[in-house]
């Protein structure tokens, strides 16, 4: 990939086996890694969904049926395809399918908003989508649809039949562990998502046996509930973790993960691994502590770690491996790892990040790309098999994020994540800031401007601000939006902006608090004051909740800022 082109897809390389970044018994590709274990151990359960149990083999032989109907539709390499299906089963056999055929997959929410799907679907140009049929004129489709058999694993079209034979696996396309695998839609600050292209050897060099719990130490891969987004890297860990190494992914019917739930996943089906975001682990910790008995190892990350419920969990489970995490999208899943110790909550900065995992280099560089030394903060940067091959169809932004820098005197591609952070003595990493108005809200990534872009675009909106309200831990759990209105338009309730934009975003970048402004309050310097509009949220003392939005903070001394109207 050059710097002036956007992302390419792979250009039918040869294969190569256990190069770099393969995964377990050496497969370049993530499907060959899931194929492995339907050869060894064809009975072994890969996926439970509700009362069903999906062995390897039954899993791979539906692949192979959905790559024998895309192939034929127009699926191959250099191609991505849509597929829009609700966690199931028959979702992850229709993805092995679509990496079978060569082509990289994109796994869209079916409850997003048509608009979110319209767009998304229209940056991938695909030639097939795998969604139901369609129901009139909601499902926004391109090309030829490709559609699940009823209570089957595989598509319609390949529904077992008395005396049908299992469908001929293709030959083996011509791609390897570095062409793209999978897409990721991000927030991204003009307004439309950034599609992050991913390929095989991001995937394989993270579960490649030597990242706890995905190790080759003689045991069976873990047991994990999946309920991770569909469109979500957290989806590629609680899937592709297990299976590449031989384990089985619970999927979950409601796809929300409780405290009972994991209790009884623990309980009915042996789940011994899981994955929360720090939101969700601190939850977890307040509300019933003593639901993660019979576990052998929980990853949380995505934001920082409450020390006080660290120590609480270590506390209570004291036998309970407990990892802190790191890594943007860009970097497929993680970046760096530590395995949580009773001695990181005293540290200063917060619990460490830690080190890099499997595939992936981490570099702390100061303005010029010069390393900066241990103990002073910079950008962290990351390179190797796991990061991204860069934006679908964007070539400026991905020379940008993407840029290839001299380290050690060897020319580095490397992502720059926008995370500002340091390394001390040990290598360890610790993670400090943003350089820019990027978020995580509880867990998913936000960029204020993609919703500010929306807002902006809204019948009777002049202008409008987005902040990210932080919470007690010093992360951010929820956001607010102000908004303005001209002098001659009518008013418009800022209930009515907030089911605009649900049928526009996805959940997560939907603002909890709507408020109608008279206008903005800005600084001394002209610039916007995104702090004083934060202290409108808090009413002052001797005032209640009911009479802040009309009785709230003044704004800057340069302008008072005068709310009119709350959600």
């Not at 083999?57 to 109907?69: M, R, V």
């Not at 004129?137 to 699940?148: F, I, N, Q, V």
């Not at 991905?398 to 992502?415: C, I, K, Q, S």
């Not at 290598?427 to 993609?450: I, M, W």
Request: hydrophobic share 40%; glycine share 12%; with cysteine.
């Amino acid at each position: 990939m050059t710097p002036a082109s956007p992302v390419a897809p792979c250009a039918g390389a040869p294969a190569v086996e256990g190069g770099p970044g393969a995964g377990p018994g050496g497969a370049s590709l993530i499907h060959e890694a899931v194929a492995r274990h339907a050869a060894l151990t064809p009975d072994a359960v890969a996926l439970v969904d509700g009362a069903r149990r999906v062995g390897y083999a039954e899993l791979d032989a539906a692949a192979d049926a959905w790559a024998a109907e895309l192939s034929a539709l127009g699926a191959g390499p250099g191609g991505f395809v849509p597929v829009v299906l609700p966690r199931s089963a028959t979702l992850v056999a229709a993805l092995l399918g679509v990496l079978k055929t060569g082509a990289a997959y994109a796994a869209l929410d079916p409850g997003w908003p048509v608009e979110r799907l319209r767009a998304v679907t229209g940056m991938l140009a695909p030639r097939v989508t795998v969604a139901p049929d369609a129901a009139g004129d909601r499902e926004p489709w391109h090309g030829p649809l490709c559609a699940p058999s009823p209570g089957g694993l595989g598509p319609r079209s390949a529904a077992p039949a008395p005396g049908r034979p299992r469908p001929v696996p293709a030959p083996r396309p011509p791609v390897d562990g570095s062409c793209p695998a999978t897409v990721f839609f991000t927030s991204g600050t003009t307004g439309r998502p950034k599609a992050v292209v991913s390929g095989h050897r991001a995937t394989l060099s993270l579960f490649d046996g030597r990242f706890a719990p995905f190790t080759a130490d003689g045991l069976r891969g873990p047991v994990m509930p999946q309920a991770a987004p569909v469109s979500w890297d957290g989806f590629t860990l609680e899937t592709w973790g297990p299976l590449i190494n031989g384990g089985t992914s619970v999927l979950l019917d409601s796809g929300y993960l409780l405290p009972g739930t994991l209790r009884a996943l623990v309980e009915r089906e042996g789940v011994d691994t899981v994955w929360l975001t720090a939101s969700l682990f601190h939850l977890f910790v307040d509300e019933d502590p003593g639901c993660f008995a019979g576990l052998r190892h929980v990853l949380t990350g995505g934001e920082r770690l409450s020390v006080p419920r660290v120590r609480a969990f270590l506390d209570r489970h004291p036998d309970v491996v407990l990892t802190n995490g790191y890594g943007p999208v860009e970097a497929c899943v993680f970046a760096t790892a530590r395995r949580v110790g009773r001695a990181d909550c005293d540290v200063p900065s917060g619990i460490p990040v830690g080190e890099p995992v499997p595939g992936r280099r981490v570099h702390i560089l100061a303005p010029g790309h010069r390393p900066a030394a241990p103990g002073t903060t910079g950008e962290i940067c990351v390179s190797g098999d796991g990061i991204a091959l860069g934006y679908l169809g964007d070539a400026e932004l991905t020379a940008r994020v993407f840029p290839t820098v001299t380290v050690d005197g060897v020319p580095t591609r490397l992502y720059r994540t926008g995370d500002l952070g340091f390394q001390d003595g040990d290598g360890v990493v610790h993670f400090t800031g943003r350089a820019d108005r990027q978020v995580k809200v509880r867990g998913h990534r936000v960029e204020p401007e993609e919703v500010e872009v929306v807002v902006r675009a809204l019948p009777g909106v002049a202008d409008c601000a987005v902040v990210p309200v932080p919470g007690a831990n010093g992360g951010y759990e929820r956001l607010a939006l102000f908004f303005t209105q001209g002098p001659a338009d009518e008013p418009l309730p800022p209930a009515a902006v907030r089911r605009e934009l649900a049928a526009r975003l996805p959940r997560h970048l939907v603002p909890d608090l709507v408020r109608r402004r008279a206008d903005l309050p800005l600084t001394v310097h002209g610039k916007l004051d995104r702090p004083a509009l934060l202290r409108t949220l808090r009413p002052p003392a001797g005032v209640t909740e009911a009479d802040a939005p009309a009785r709230a903070g003044a704004g800057s001394p340069a302008r008072p800022a005068r709310p009119e109207a709350d959600a």
